[in-house]
């Protein structure tokens, strides 16, 4: 998967698919069922690190998982997302940081979180060839600001999210992820941009569609988004396994014979 390839999926009106990974087997299962985009997201600070929101997770943290995903990655482009603090002190630092996802990740590109405050750093990566995908609505790096609350109501808010979208694009963003957006909101957005929107409860208006893997697989249990949707419950088939294997050993029946050695 190519930038222009996406492109011309908004242009031929298929849709563009996304999900998280952030190790080698699950980026491999994602890539193999033919899923468009495979974002390294800081959303494994919650899913995987087990933390309350996505802030503490640091830069070597996600040059690391952005490294064990890549390797599983043959087809779908995979872009990095950036922690928070790794590129809002300055272009510069920014730039630095972006630049490790590609040297050191391996990535195709970047993700950042904002809307007007976010234009400089895009502005900067793409003077620095480094592809990078906006992130506006609910920005989880502002969650003490904004809480976890849908974004763009009111005409107001709704302007000022058209505006951000549009400077994003214009900076040169070569995708955006529009999160708890209206989808009314959301659906125009997506008529005005060129490039492609990539919604997580933006409704079905937009051009594809970005969820958590944990979430799709059932295996974070501590809450599920209500825009977020549940495919299977691998926790459920875990813990099943799991406590099998207990049982077993504890009645001698695991190893057997056929699992050991004469
Ligand atoms: O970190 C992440 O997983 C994300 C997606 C929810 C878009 O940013």
Excluded: C, W
Aim: charged letters at 25%; zero cysteines; glycine letters at 10%.
């Amino acid at each position: 998967m190519t930038i222009q390839e996406l492109l011309k999926k908004k242009s031929e009106g298929k849709k563009i698919t996304m999900l998280t990974a952030y190790d080698y087997p699950f980026a491999r299962m994602v890539d193999e069922a033919g899923i468009d985009i495979v974002l390294v997201g800081d959303s494994v600070a919650m899913v995987v690190q087990g933390l309350e929101n996505t802030l503490p997770v640091t830069m070597d943290e996600m040059i690391y998982h952005t490294r064990m995903a890549r390797r599983g990655v043959a087809n779908a482009l995979v872009v990095g997302d950036m922690p928070f603090l790794s590129y809002q002190v300055s272009a510069e630092e920014a730039v630095r940081n972006a630049g490790r996802f590609i040297k050191e990740g391996g990535a195709h590109a970047v993700k950042v979180e904002g809307g007007m405050e976010a234009v400089p750093v895009v502005q900067a990566f793409t003077r620095a060839e480094i592809p990078v995908m906006a992130h506006i609505g609910l920005t989880p790096h502002a969650v003490h600001r904004m809480g976890f609350k849908v974004q763009g109501r009111g005409d107001k808010a709704a302007a000022r999210l058209m505006e951000e979208a549009r400077a994003l694009e214009e900076a040169g963003a070569f995708a955006a992820v529009i999160e708890a957006v209206p989808m009314e909101l959301a659906g125009r957005i997506t008529e005005t941009l060129a490039i492609p929107t990539i919604g997580i409860g933006a409704g079905p208006r937009v051009d594809g569609q970005v969820l958590v893997l944990h979430d799709v697989l059932g295996l974070f249990e501590r809450f599920l988004p209500r825009f977020a949707k549940r495919y299977a419950n691998l926790r459920e088939e875990g813990m099943r396994a799991i406590r099998a294997f207990r049982e077993e050993v504890e009645k001698g029946e695991f190893p057997s014979e056929k699992e050991s050695f004469k």
